[in-house]
């Protein structure tokens, strides 16, 4: 990329590993331009696939585990003020909560993209997600109708 002078947007993706991961991955045409820093659980499939990318390690598991929660809020509360990203990116699980409260808060747009594989309810991150998002993108036209106001992208996977 030639160099402008301008600065790059910076993305700041929230995902957990694996499959949530695996979706951001996805939109690489989108995001390669761009600065970006990844949290993510330290998790072999993470590290491998973001080899060389800024990454900060988020505490797992985030399902109904209260004290990681609260590990993650603090991790959001440190990082979205120091990096104040043009947006935050995510599409869950439970890690994204914390960040998209903190970048509401700060008024930093965010983007949920819904995952691929629930399309006949909705997911308890997407649900909690949903009063923080400044975009909502679901991947298929049945998930449209569990979020009002979302916008369809088609599948990434």
Same mark, same amino acid.
């Given at each position: 990329?030639?160099?402008?002078? +301008?600065? &790059?947007?910076?993305?700041?993706? !929230?995902?957990?590993? @694996?499959?949530?991961?695996?979706?951001?991955?996805? *939109? /690489? =045409?989108?995001?390669?331009?761009?600065?970006?820093?990844?949290?993510?659980?330290?998790?072999?499939?993470?590290?491998?696939?973001?080899?060389?990318?800024?990454?900060?390690?988020?505490?797992?598991? +985030?399902? &109904?585990?209260?004290?990681?929660? !609260?590990?993650?809020? @603090?991790?959001?509360?440190?990082?979205?003020?120091? *990096? /104040? =990203?043009?947006?935050?990116?995510?599409?869950?699980?439970?890690?994204?909560?914390?960040?998209?409260?903190?970048?509401?808060?700060?008024?930093?747009?965010?983007?949920?993209?819904?995952?691929?594989?629930?399309?006949?309810?909705?997911?308890?991150?997407?649900?909690?997600?949903?009063?923080?998002?400044?975009?909502?993108?679901?991947?298929? =036209?049945?998930?449209?109708?569990?979020?009002?106001?979302?916008?369809?992208?088609?599948?990434?996977?």
């Amino acid at each position: 990329m030639e160099d402008t002078g +301008t600065p &790059r947007p910076h993305v700041l993706f !929230v995902a957990s590993a @694996g499959g949530h991961l695996a979706h951001l991955l996805w *939109l /690489r =045409p989108w995001w390669e331009d761009k600065a970006r820093t990844w949290v993510t659980f330290d998790k072999p499939d993470a590290r491998s696939r973001l080899e060389g990318e800024t990454v900060t390690w988020a505490f797992h598991p +985030t399902t &109904r585990n209260l004290g990681n929660l !609260v590990r993650n809020m @603090g991790l959001a509360v440190r990082l979205v003020p120091r *990096l /104040r =990203p043009d947006v935050v990116v995510s599409s869950g699980a439970g890690v994204a909560v914390p960040f998209f409260v903190i970048a509401w808060i700060l008024r930093i747009p965010t983007v949920y993209v819904e995952v691929f594989d629930r399309i006949d309810s909705r997911t308890l991150t997407g649900r909690l997600c949903r009063p923080f998002t400044t975009r909502f993108l679901v991947q298929w =036209p049945e998930q449209q109708a569990l979020y009002r106001g979302s916008e369809l992208i088609g599948p990434l996977l």
